[in-house]
């Protein structure tokens, strides 16, 4: 079986790492890849954002399984492009990862499906953060809606600070 890993984080090298143990396994990628999957992969130059270049770099590279890492080219639609080229692809399709991609969205659906979740407001207009900020008080949990690497909250007792999210 040809794998093809996509992303460069460690994430990505220990799904190499632990493909590089499977005898069935034939010739590992990584697009991007790093220097630690270096070590046990082709590294393959690619827009991890780019559906298309992702799907075309899979069937110019003939693999048999794709494994998508990173939230970014999830909700970008990779797996979908992979998948249309009737490539096996392991990760959620483009509609299935908003949920990752949308703070809000995955508010709704949490709501919709009765698990519990603290208590939100969207805020799309600048002029009506203090009176939302109003109805909560401290301490303030401020998100931004969108993909944010895991660094898009910012926790604090300072109503000044909830405009630096990022």
């Known amino acids: 079986m040809r794998f093809l890993v996509i992303g460069s984080g460690a994430r990505e090298h220990a799904i190499a790492l632990a493909a590089s143990h499977d005898p069935s396994v034939t010739a590992i990628g990584c697009a991007p890849g790093n220097a630690g999957t270096a070590a046990l992969a082709e590294s393959l130059g690619v827009d991890i954002t780019d559906p298309s270049a992702i799907a075309a770099l899979a069937v110019e590279w003939r693999a048999d399984l794709v494994v998508v890492g990173p939230e970014v080219p999830l909700v970008a639609g990779v ?5 249309k080229e009737g490539i096996a692809c392991f990760g ?3 509609a299935a990862a908003r949920i990752e991609g949308s ?7 949490m709501t919709a499906a009765g698990v519990p979740t603290a208590r939100s407001e969207v805020v799309d207009n600048p002029a009506h953060l203090d009176a939302a900020l109003s109805r909560f008080g401290p301490t303030w949990v401020v998100k931004d809606d969108g993909l944010a690497a895991g660094k898009g909250v910012v926790v604090t007792p300072d109503a000044n600070r909830r ?4």
């Not at 797996?79 to 998948?83: L, P």
């Not at 405009?163 to 990022?166: E, I, L, M, P």
């Open 79 to 83: 797996a979908d492009a992979v998948r």
């Open 92 to 94: 959620p399709s483009a």
């Open 103 to 109: 703070k809000a969205f995955a508010k709704d659906v």
């Open 163 to 166: 405009a630096s999210t990022r």
